[in-house]
Protein backbone atom coordinates (compact mmCIF):
# COMPACT_ATOMS: atom_id res chain seq x y z
CA UNK A 1 0.00 0.00 0.00
CA UNK A 2 2.83 2.41 0.84
CA UNK A 3 4.27 1.63 -2.71
CA UNK A 4 1.34 2.11 -4.59
CA UNK A 5 0.73 5.44 -3.00
CA UNK A 6 3.96 6.81 -3.20
CA UNK A 7 3.17 5.92 -6.97
CA UNK A 8 -0.26 7.94 -6.47
CA UNK A 9 1.87 10.71 -5.05
CA UNK A 10 4.26 10.79 -8.48
CA UNK A 11 1.37 10.99 -10.54
CA UNK A 12 -0.04 13.65 -8.84
CA UNK A 13 3.29 15.99 -8.52
CA UNK A 14 3.34 15.68 -12.29
CA UNK A 15 -0.19 17.11 -12.90
CA UNK A 16 0.61 19.88 -10.39
CA UNK A 17 3.66 21.00 -12.14
CA UNK A 18 1.78 21.19 -15.38
CA UNK A 19 -0.86 24.08 -14.54
CA UNK A 20 -1.57 24.59 -18.29
CA UNK A 21 -2.47 20.98 -19.10
CA UNK A 22 -4.20 20.42 -15.76
CA UNK A 23 -6.34 23.61 -16.54
CA UNK A 24 -7.21 22.48 -20.02
CA UNK A 25 -8.49 19.12 -18.98
CA UNK A 26 -11.15 21.08 -16.29
CA UNK A 27 -11.89 23.88 -18.47
CA UNK A 28 -11.82 23.28 -21.81
CA UNK A 29 -14.79 20.13 -21.22
CA UNK A 30 -16.88 22.79 -19.69
CA UNK A 31 -16.62 25.37 -22.29
CA UNK A 32 -17.27 22.57 -24.74
CA UNK A 33 -20.52 21.30 -22.79
CA UNK A 34 -21.64 24.90 -22.59
CA UNK A 35 -21.30 25.72 -26.08
CA UNK A 36 -22.82 22.36 -27.41
CA UNK A 37 -25.72 22.80 -25.37
CA UNK A 38 -26.62 26.06 -26.03
CA UNK A 39 -26.37 25.62 -30.03
CA UNK A 40 -28.55 22.41 -30.14
CA UNK A 41 -31.08 23.73 -27.29
CA UNK A 42 -31.22 26.99 -29.92
CA UNK A 43 -32.26 24.43 -32.67
CA UNK A 44 -34.33 22.09 -30.72
CA UNK A 45 -36.32 25.49 -29.79
CA UNK A 46 -36.28 26.81 -33.63
CA UNK A 47 -37.66 23.59 -34.94
CA UNK A 48 -40.90 24.10 -32.46
CA UNK A 49 -41.53 27.09 -32.91
CA UNK A 50 -41.12 27.96 -36.84
CA UNK A 51 -43.69 26.40 -39.04
CA UNK A 52 -42.95 25.16 -42.34
CA UNK A 53 -44.44 27.57 -45.31
CA UNK A 54 -46.83 25.43 -47.71
CA UNK A 55 -48.29 26.99 -50.62
CA UNK A 56 -51.63 26.30 -51.31
CA UNK A 57 -53.79 26.80 -54.61
CA UNK A 58 -57.70 26.26 -53.75
CA UNK A 59 -59.72 25.42 -56.79
CA UNK A 60 -62.58 23.99 -54.98
CA UNK A 61 -63.36 27.15 -52.45
CA UNK A 62 -65.53 24.75 -50.54
CA UNK A 63 -65.84 22.52 -47.48
CA UNK A 64 -62.96 20.40 -48.37
CA UNK A 65 -60.46 22.50 -48.94
CA UNK A 66 -61.50 24.57 -45.80
CA UNK A 67 -61.27 21.02 -43.93
CA UNK A 68 -57.65 20.69 -45.45
CA UNK A 69 -56.91 24.27 -44.84
CA UNK A 70 -57.72 23.75 -40.85
CA UNK A 71 -56.61 20.94 -40.30
CA UNK A 72 -52.81 22.01 -41.87
CA UNK A 73 -53.59 25.30 -39.37
CA UNK A 74 -54.52 23.36 -36.17
CA UNK A 75 -51.09 21.02 -36.95
CA UNK A 76 -49.08 24.00 -35.54
CA UNK A 77 -46.27 22.64 -37.86
CA UNK A 78 -47.42 24.49 -41.32
CA UNK A 79 -47.88 27.90 -41.90
CA UNK A 80 -50.36 27.84 -45.06
CA UNK A 81 -49.32 30.28 -47.88
CA UNK A 82 -52.62 30.75 -50.37
CA UNK A 83 -51.49 31.32 -54.15
CA UNK A 84 -54.26 31.75 -56.98
CA UNK A 85 -52.35 29.68 -60.17
CA UNK A 86 -50.73 26.35 -59.90
CA UNK A 87 -47.56 27.51 -62.25
CA UNK A 88 -46.77 29.67 -59.55
CA UNK A 89 -46.76 27.40 -56.78
CA UNK A 90 -44.95 25.19 -59.26
CA UNK A 91 -42.12 27.52 -59.96
CA UNK A 92 -41.61 28.26 -56.25
CA UNK A 93 -41.44 24.61 -55.34
CA UNK A 94 -39.34 23.73 -57.92
CA UNK A 95 -36.78 26.38 -58.16
CA UNK A 96 -36.29 25.51 -53.92
CA UNK A 97 -38.19 28.27 -52.34
CA UNK A 98 -40.92 26.41 -50.54
CA UNK A 99 -40.66 22.73 -50.07
CA UNK A 100 -44.13 21.74 -50.59
CA UNK A 101 -47.24 23.20 -52.67
CA UNK A 102 -50.87 21.41 -52.32
CA UNK A 103 -53.17 22.03 -55.53
CA UNK A 104 -56.81 20.90 -54.52
CA UNK A 105 -58.98 20.62 -57.57
CA UNK A 106 -61.85 21.98 -58.84
CA UNK A 107 -65.65 20.72 -57.67
CA UNK A 108 -63.92 18.37 -54.91
CA UNK A 109 -66.26 19.36 -52.62
CA UNK A 110 -69.70 19.47 -54.77
CA UNK A 111 -68.69 16.62 -56.79
CA UNK A 112 -68.01 14.73 -53.39
CA UNK A 113 -71.17 15.50 -52.15
CA UNK A 114 -73.16 14.49 -55.20
CA UNK A 115 -71.27 11.14 -55.58
CA UNK A 116 -72.42 10.19 -51.98
CA UNK A 117 -75.67 10.87 -52.10
CA UNK A 118 -76.26 9.35 -55.13
CA UNK A 119 -74.50 6.25 -53.63
CA UNK A 120 -76.74 6.78 -50.13
CA UNK A 121 -79.59 7.24 -52.22
CA UNK A 122 -78.74 3.60 -54.09
CA UNK A 123 -78.23 1.99 -51.05
CA UNK A 124 -81.49 3.20 -49.45
CA UNK A 125 -83.99 2.26 -52.49
CA UNK A 126 -82.67 -1.85 -52.40
CA UNK A 127 -83.13 -1.76 -48.52
CA UNK A 128 -86.80 -0.12 -49.57
CA UNK A 129 -86.31 3.11 -47.60
CA UNK A 130 -86.05 5.22 -50.88
CA UNK A 131 -88.37 5.31 -53.25
CA UNK A 132 -87.03 3.88 -56.75
CA UNK A 133 -86.45 6.71 -59.55
CA UNK A 134 -85.12 5.42 -62.82
CA UNK A 135 -83.11 8.55 -63.35
CA UNK A 136 -79.54 8.14 -64.90
CA UNK A 137 -76.93 7.89 -62.69
CA UNK A 138 -74.49 10.97 -62.97
CA UNK A 139 -70.68 9.38 -63.52
CA UNK A 140 -67.73 11.61 -61.53
CA UNK A 141 -64.38 11.89 -62.50
CA UNK A 142 -61.74 10.60 -59.74
CA UNK A 143 -60.43 13.79 -58.48
CA UNK A 144 -56.81 14.40 -57.31
CA UNK A 145 -54.89 16.86 -54.84
CA UNK A 146 -51.69 17.31 -56.53
CA UNK A 147 -48.36 17.59 -54.21
CA UNK A 148 -45.63 19.15 -55.29
CA UNK A 149 -42.40 18.53 -53.49
CA UNK A 150 -38.94 20.34 -53.62
CA UNK A 151 -36.71 17.60 -55.28
CA UNK A 152 -34.72 17.79 -52.50
CA UNK A 153 -37.07 17.46 -49.37
CA UNK A 154 -36.43 14.15 -47.47
CA UNK A 155 -38.69 10.84 -48.00
CA UNK A 156 -40.03 10.81 -44.45
CA UNK A 157 -41.33 14.72 -44.64
CA UNK A 158 -43.15 13.75 -48.24
CA UNK A 159 -44.52 10.70 -46.45
CA UNK A 160 -45.69 12.19 -43.64
CA UNK A 161 -47.07 15.21 -45.70
CA UNK A 162 -49.20 12.77 -47.28
CA UNK A 163 -50.06 10.70 -44.67
CA UNK A 164 -51.82 13.64 -43.23
CA UNK A 165 -53.62 14.71 -46.31
CA UNK A 166 -54.99 11.25 -47.05
CA UNK A 167 -56.12 10.83 -43.00
CA UNK A 168 -58.09 14.74 -43.29
CA UNK A 169 -59.46 13.72 -46.79
CA UNK A 170 -60.53 10.38 -45.73
CA UNK A 171 -61.87 11.54 -42.83
CA UNK A 172 -64.29 14.47 -44.18
CA UNK A 173 -65.56 11.41 -46.97
CA UNK A 174 -66.44 9.80 -43.60
CA UNK A 175 -68.40 12.24 -42.02
CA UNK A 176 -70.30 13.07 -45.39
CA UNK A 177 -71.49 9.76 -45.75
CA UNK A 178 -73.05 9.52 -42.31
CA UNK A 179 -74.13 13.22 -42.77
CA UNK A 180 -76.17 12.01 -46.18
CA UNK A 181 -77.44 9.02 -44.64
CA UNK A 182 -78.31 11.34 -41.50
CA UNK A 183 -80.44 13.49 -44.60
CA UNK A 184 -82.07 10.95 -46.07
CA UNK A 185 -83.10 8.88 -42.50
CA UNK A 186 -84.90 11.40 -40.77
CA UNK A 187 -86.41 14.65 -41.16
CA UNK A 188 -85.04 16.41 -38.20
CA UNK A 189 -81.78 17.87 -38.46
CA UNK A 190 -80.99 17.88 -34.58
CA UNK A 191 -81.61 14.20 -33.94
CA UNK A 192 -78.03 12.31 -33.97
CA UNK A 193 -78.42 8.28 -35.57
CA UNK A 194 -74.60 8.52 -36.27
CA UNK A 195 -71.93 8.42 -33.55
CA UNK A 196 -69.43 10.10 -35.56
CA UNK A 197 -66.64 10.45 -32.34
CA UNK A 198 -63.41 8.57 -32.88
CA UNK A 199 -63.55 5.06 -31.25
CA UNK A 200 -59.87 4.48 -31.62
CA UNK A 201 -57.36 6.79 -29.94
CA UNK A 202 -53.86 6.98 -29.42
CA UNK A 203 -51.92 8.10 -25.85
CA UNK A 204 -48.38 8.62 -25.24
CA UNK A 205 -47.15 7.08 -22.58
CA UNK A 206 -44.15 8.57 -21.09
CA UNK A 207 -41.75 7.47 -17.14
CA UNK A 208 -42.41 9.12 -14.49
CA UNK A 209 -40.95 10.01 -11.67
CA UNK A 210 -43.20 11.47 -8.63
CA UNK A 211 -46.28 12.18 -11.06
CA UNK A 212 -43.96 14.61 -13.25
CA UNK A 213 -43.34 13.37 -16.59
CA UNK A 214 -39.49 12.92 -17.60
CA UNK A 215 -39.05 14.28 -21.49
CA UNK A 216 -35.45 14.29 -22.46
CA UNK A 217 -33.78 17.57 -23.36
CA UNK A 218 -30.61 18.45 -24.78
CA UNK A 219 -29.23 19.62 -21.20
CA UNK A 220 -29.73 15.33 -20.64
CA UNK A 221 -28.26 14.29 -23.26
CA UNK A 222 -25.19 17.08 -23.33
CA UNK A 223 -24.01 16.57 -19.87
CA UNK A 224 -23.40 12.89 -19.51
CA UNK A 225 -22.36 12.68 -23.29
CA UNK A 226 -19.72 15.35 -22.76
CA UNK A 227 -18.90 14.12 -19.99
CA UNK A 228 -18.06 10.76 -21.22
CA UNK A 229 -15.87 12.39 -24.07
CA UNK A 230 -13.88 14.58 -21.49
CA UNK A 231 -13.57 11.80 -19.29
CA UNK A 232 -12.39 9.30 -22.01
CA UNK A 233 -10.13 12.26 -23.13
CA UNK A 234 -7.70 11.69 -20.25
CA UNK A 235 -6.25 8.99 -22.59
CA UNK A 236 -4.12 11.87 -24.13
CA UNK A 237 -2.62 13.52 -21.09
CA UNK A 238 -2.12 9.94 -19.17
CA UNK A 239 -0.51 8.17 -22.25
CA UNK A 240 1.61 11.19 -23.10
CA UNK A 241 2.86 11.20 -19.53
CA UNK A 242 3.98 7.52 -19.49
CA UNK A 243 5.88 7.64 -23.14
CA UNK A 244 7.99 10.97 -21.17
CA UNK A 245 8.52 8.68 -18.01
CA UNK A 246 10.34 5.90 -20.58
CA UNK A 247 12.11 8.45 -22.93
CA UNK A 248 13.47 10.55 -20.32
CA UNK A 249 15.00 7.45 -18.12
CA UNK A 250 12.28 7.62 -15.15
CA UNK A 251 10.72 4.24 -15.88
CA UNK A 252 14.18 2.68 -15.67
CA UNK A 253 14.84 3.82 -12.41
CA UNK A 254 11.02 3.17 -11.09
CA UNK A 255 12.50 -0.84 -12.28
CA UNK A 256 15.45 -0.71 -10.72
CA UNK A 257 13.15 -0.67 -7.34
CA UNK A 258 11.21 -3.54 -6.05
CA UNK A 259 7.86 -2.03 -7.73
CA UNK A 260 5.61 -4.23 -9.93
CA UNK A 261 4.40 -2.36 -13.28
CA UNK A 262 1.27 -3.16 -11.55
CA UNK A 263 1.88 -0.58 -8.87
CA UNK A 264 3.30 1.56 -11.44
CA UNK A 265 -0.33 1.43 -12.97
CA UNK A 266 -2.33 1.30 -9.96
CA UNK A 267 -0.85 4.75 -8.63
CA UNK A 268 -1.75 6.36 -12.06
CA UNK A 269 -4.92 4.58 -12.11
CA UNK A 270 -6.14 6.20 -8.32
CA UNK A 271 -4.64 9.68 -9.65
CA UNK A 272 -6.72 9.84 -13.11
CA UNK A 273 -9.68 8.34 -11.13
CA UNK A 274 -10.16 11.45 -9.10
CA UNK A 275 -9.89 13.52 -11.60
CA UNK A 276 -12.08 11.97 -13.93
CA UNK A 277 -14.77 12.39 -11.16
CA UNK A 278 -13.43 16.10 -11.06
CA UNK A 279 -14.64 16.80 -14.15
CA UNK A 280 -18.26 14.74 -13.65
CA UNK A 281 -18.67 17.03 -10.54
CA UNK A 282 -18.15 20.14 -12.81
CA UNK A 283 -20.23 19.13 -15.35
CA UNK A 284 -22.70 18.30 -12.83
CA UNK A 285 -22.16 21.74 -11.34
CA UNK A 286 -22.80 23.33 -14.83
CA UNK A 287 -25.97 21.41 -15.50
CA UNK A 288 -27.70 21.91 -12.10
CA UNK A 289 -26.69 25.60 -11.82
CA UNK A 290 -25.09 27.43 -15.16
CA UNK A 291 -27.70 26.35 -17.41
CA UNK A 292 -30.49 27.16 -15.66
CA UNK A 293 -29.31 30.72 -15.46
CA UNK A 294 -28.32 30.86 -19.27
CA UNK A 295 -32.02 29.80 -19.94
CA UNK A 296 -31.66 26.26 -20.73
CA UNK A 297 -33.18 23.44 -18.90
CA UNK A 298 -32.05 22.87 -15.33
CA UNK A 299 -30.52 19.03 -14.69
CA UNK A 300 -32.36 17.55 -12.56
CA UNK A 301 -30.34 14.96 -10.28
CA UNK A 302 -32.30 14.73 -6.85
CA UNK A 303 -32.08 11.29 -5.77
CA UNK A 304 -29.61 10.03 -8.52
CA UNK A 305 -26.30 10.83 -7.09
CA UNK A 306 -25.11 8.03 -5.94
CA UNK A 307 -25.80 5.71 -8.91
CA UNK A 308 -24.39 9.00 -11.31
CA UNK A 309 -21.12 8.38 -9.40
CA UNK A 310 -21.05 4.81 -9.80
CA UNK A 311 -21.65 5.20 -13.24
CA UNK A 312 -18.72 7.97 -13.79
CA UNK A 313 -16.64 5.98 -11.61
CA UNK A 314 -16.79 2.31 -14.25
CA UNK A 315 -16.58 4.89 -17.07
CA UNK A 316 -13.39 6.66 -15.57
CA UNK A 317 -11.79 2.97 -14.95
CA UNK A 318 -12.86 2.18 -18.84
CA UNK A 319 -10.82 5.67 -19.94
CA UNK A 320 -7.83 4.85 -17.47
CA UNK A 321 -7.45 1.10 -18.87
CA UNK A 322 -7.36 2.66 -22.44
CA UNK A 323 -4.80 5.36 -21.61
CA UNK A 324 -2.66 2.56 -19.79
CA UNK A 325 -2.86 0.29 -22.41
CA UNK A 326 -1.64 3.11 -25.19
CA UNK A 327 1.09 4.56 -22.90
CA UNK A 328 2.38 1.11 -22.64
CA UNK A 329 2.62 0.64 -26.58
CA UNK A 330 3.59 3.83 -28.23
CA UNK A 331 7.39 4.49 -27.96
CA UNK A 332 7.12 8.71 -28.72
CA UNK A 333 4.63 11.63 -28.17
CA UNK A 334 4.41 12.09 -31.69
CA UNK A 335 2.32 8.21 -31.61
CA UNK A 336 0.58 8.78 -28.40
CA UNK A 337 -1.20 12.13 -28.78
CA UNK A 338 -2.52 11.95 -32.38
CA UNK A 339 -3.94 8.50 -31.87
CA UNK A 340 -5.20 8.64 -28.62
CA UNK A 341 -6.90 12.16 -29.30
CA UNK A 342 -8.18 10.09 -32.95
CA UNK A 343 -9.46 7.34 -31.07
CA UNK A 344 -11.74 8.91 -28.29
CA UNK A 345 -13.56 10.98 -31.31
CA UNK A 346 -13.95 7.81 -33.14
CA UNK A 347 -15.41 6.27 -29.66
CA UNK A 348 -17.76 9.05 -29.25
CA UNK A 349 -19.27 9.59 -33.13
CA UNK A 350 -19.76 5.12 -32.44
CA UNK A 351 -21.28 5.76 -29.06
CA UNK A 352 -23.91 8.32 -29.92
CA UNK A 353 -22.11 11.33 -28.15
CA UNK A 354 -22.76 13.75 -31.38
CA UNK A 355 -25.19 11.01 -33.31
CA UNK A 356 -27.71 9.51 -31.40
CA UNK A 357 -27.67 5.72 -32.31
CA UNK A 358 -31.26 5.29 -33.28
CA UNK A 359 -30.59 7.49 -36.11
CA UNK A 360 -27.29 5.53 -37.70
CA UNK A 361 -27.43 3.33 -40.29
CA UNK A 362 -28.57 -0.24 -38.62
CA UNK A 363 -24.77 -1.40 -39.15
CA UNK A 364 -23.73 1.39 -37.66
CA UNK A 365 -25.97 0.99 -34.56
CA UNK A 366 -24.84 -2.18 -34.33
CA UNK A 367 -21.16 -1.33 -34.45
CA UNK A 368 -21.95 0.70 -31.82
CA UNK A 369 -22.15 -1.52 -28.95
CA UNK A 370 -18.35 -2.13 -29.40
CA UNK A 371 -17.96 1.60 -28.01
CA UNK A 372 -17.18 1.87 -23.96
CA UNK A 373 -18.60 5.30 -24.60
CA UNK A 374 -21.87 4.02 -25.43
CA UNK A 375 -21.87 1.34 -22.48
CA UNK A 376 -21.61 4.48 -19.90
CA UNK A 377 -24.26 6.93 -22.17
CA UNK A 378 -26.69 4.31 -21.79
CA UNK A 379 -26.31 3.63 -18.12
CA UNK A 380 -26.23 7.42 -17.78
CA UNK A 381 -29.81 7.59 -20.44
CA UNK A 382 -31.44 4.43 -17.78
CA UNK A 383 -30.15 6.76 -14.09
CA UNK A 384 -31.47 10.18 -15.34
CA UNK A 385 -34.50 8.88 -18.18
CA UNK A 386 -35.22 5.69 -16.90
CA UNK A 387 -35.40 6.13 -13.05
CA UNK A 388 -33.11 2.64 -13.18
CA UNK A 389 -31.81 1.44 -9.84
CA UNK A 390 -28.45 -0.30 -9.45
CA UNK A 391 -29.45 -3.78 -10.68
CA UNK A 392 -30.47 -2.75 -14.00
CA UNK A 393 -27.47 -0.68 -14.61
CA UNK A 394 -24.96 -3.36 -13.63
CA UNK A 395 -24.86 -4.83 -17.10
CA UNK A 396 -23.21 -1.40 -18.41
CA UNK A 397 -20.99 -0.84 -15.39
CA UNK A 398 -20.28 -4.48 -15.68
CA UNK A 399 -19.12 -4.07 -19.45
CA UNK A 400 -16.98 -0.87 -18.41
CA UNK A 401 -15.18 -2.27 -15.55
CA UNK A 402 -14.65 -5.63 -17.86
CA UNK A 403 -12.86 -3.23 -20.50
CA UNK A 404 -10.81 -1.91 -17.54
CA UNK A 405 -9.53 -5.09 -16.70
CA UNK A 406 -8.87 -6.15 -20.02
CA UNK A 407 -6.78 -3.54 -21.35
CA UNK A 408 -5.13 -2.91 -17.82
CA UNK A 409 -4.07 -6.74 -18.17
CA UNK A 410 -2.64 -5.90 -22.12
CA UNK A 411 -0.76 -3.69 -20.86
CA UNK A 412 1.53 -5.72 -18.44
CA UNK A 413 1.45 -8.87 -20.21
CA UNK A 414 2.75 -6.39 -22.94
CA UNK A 415 6.04 -4.76 -21.26
CA UNK A 416 6.66 -8.08 -19.58
CA UNK A 417 7.43 -9.46 -22.82
CA UNK A 418 9.01 -6.16 -24.09
CA UNK A 419 11.70 -6.44 -20.95
CA UNK A 420 12.18 -10.31 -21.46
CA UNK A 421 13.26 -9.36 -24.47
Known sequence: MH??????????LLLTRDVGGISILFIMPLVLIVTITLIQDSSFQSIRESKIPILLVDNDKGLVSETIVKGLNDSNIFKVIKLEKEDEAQNLVFKGANQLAIIIPKDLSSDLEKKINQNVEGILSKFGLEETKNLPQESFTAKEVKLYFDPATQFAFKNSVKNEIDKMISKIETQSIYNAFQEQITDDPTESIFETENFISFKEILPKNDDEVIVP???QHNVPAWTLF????IIVPLSINMVKEKSQGTFVRLRTNPVSYFTVLGGKTLVYLCVCLIQFVLMLLIGVYLFPAIGLPTLDVSGKLPLLFVVAFFAGLAAIGLGLLLGTIAKTPEQSAPFGATFVVILAA???VWVPVFVMPQFMQALSNISPMNWGLNAFYDVFLRNSSLIEIVPEITLLFLFFIVTTLIAIVYNEKKNAV
Open 217 to 219: NSV
Open 350 to 352: LGG
Open 3 to 12: KLLASAYKEF
Open 230 to 233: AIFF
